[in-house]
T-cell receptor, first 110, second 113 residues
């Protein structure tokens, strides 16, 4: 099935460091979403973006909707141990199905 | 407001059997989507139901089917289970509008032996 290109695939960082991950697509989307998934649980919505160029923050998280509508990035500042998990981007056009990225596995060491 | 609930949380079946998974959306949400998540393929869309009608469908074989009831609860059925059907099955709900974001349930972990 179709997936978005998400990078990096995994990250191992020290507590307190900033994190950046991005997602690219060959298709244009109207909506970009970022989710976090803990082991054995469903993805939890972190940030939703609806407009090209939009920059939205949620606490230590900041995400941007690329102006080409084909990419998005997520930044996490001052990482803490509970940031550990898998982060997924997802793109959507209208009411079409969500297309998910391949995921970025984040590991934070104290 | 209660979140999306899925039952059962864990299930073990053998090849050839069939299985039914259940999803109750957030109250007021009319759209339910189902996804299959495996380590190799990631999150793959199965189908979406809105107001009891299938609105979107992914590229899965006919062994995978679903339905939605008038109270928006949805069920997913997999017949003639194969080993490769072992996965985390997630459902997500929205109110159904174009800009509505999807909220996921905790998933049902299906293991096929």
């Amino acid at each position: 099935g179709q997936q978005l290109n998400q990078s990096p695939q995994s990250m191992f960082i020290q507590e307190g460091e900033d994190v950046s991950m991005n997602c690219t697509s060959s298709s244009i989307f109207n909506t970009w979403l970022w989710y976090k998934q803990d082991p054995g649980e469903g993805p939890v919505l972190l940030i939703a973006l609806y407009k090209a160029g939009e920059l939205t923050s949620n606490g230590r998280l900041t995400a941007q909707f690329g102006i080409t509508r084909k990419d998005s990035f997520l930044n996490i500042s001052a990482s803490i141990p509970s940031d550990v998990g898998i982060y997924f981007c997802a793109g959507q056009k209208g009411t079409d199905k969500l297309i998910f990225g391949t995921g970025t596995r984040l590991q934070v060491f104290p | 407001k209660a979140g999306v609930t899925q039952t059962p949380r864990y299930l073990i079946k053998t090849r050839g059997q069939q299985v039914t998974l259940s999803c109750s959306p957030i109250s007021g949400h009319r759209s339910v989507s189902w996804y299959q998540q495996t380590p190799g393929q990631g999150l793959q869309f199965l189908f979406e139901y809105f107001s009891e009608t299938q609105r979107n469908k992914g590229n899965f074989p006919g062994r995978f089917s679903g339905r939605q009831f008038s109270n928006s609860r949805s069920e997913m059925n997999v017949s003639t289970l194969e080993l490769g059907d072992s996965a985390l099955y997630l459902c997500a709900s929205t109110s159904g509008g174009a800009t509505d974001t999807q909220y996921f349930g905790p998933g049902t972990r299906l293991t096929v032996l």
